[in-house]
Nanobody
Framework: QVQLVESGGGLGQAGGSLRLSCAASGRPFSSYDMGWFRQAPGKEREFVAAIRWSGGSTYYADSVKGRFTISRDNAKNTVYLQMNSLKTEDTAVYYC??????????????????WGQGTQVTVSS
């Protein structure tokens, strides 16, 4: 099991930027693909971005493509989500998730076994 702790959420302005971090512990971080998901009030949890264990491949939801960037530092056991050009519709609780690299899916929440507690991101107009 991988323990995940998100940080960096808070209040941002439309057009501004925020950076989320997710620190991992408990298992060799470099064996795990990492993902970010979000859940807005009254909505289902949705995929945001994911990155392969090596950092060689990244995946994005269409709604954030070109605005958000996922990256990882395996030496620091940390994954990041840089969020630029924020929109009010980005308001949600953001969750970091981990799955073993042998699990093929990158965008489906059910493929991820370990989750952080979530961090609130609120974007004001």
């Amino acid at each position: 099991q991988v323990q995940l702790v998100e940080s960096g959420g808070g209040l941002g302005q439309a057009g501004g930027s925020l950076r989320l971090s997710c620190a991992a512990s408990g298992r060799p971080f470099s064996s795990y693909d990492m993902g970010w998901f979000r859940q807005a009030p009254g909505k289902e949890r949705e995929f945001v971005a994911a990155i392969r264990w090596s950092g060689g491949s990244t995946y994005y939801a269409d709604s954030v493509k070109g605005r958000f960037t996922i990256s990882r530092d395996n030496a620091k056991n940390t994954v990041y989500l840089q969020m630029n050009s924020l929109k009010t519709e980005d308001t949600a609780v953001y969750y970091c998730a981990a799955k073993h690299a042998t699990i093929a899916t990158m965008t489906v929440a059910a493929g991820y076994a370990d989750w952080g507690q979530g961090t609130q991101v609120t974007v004001s107009s």
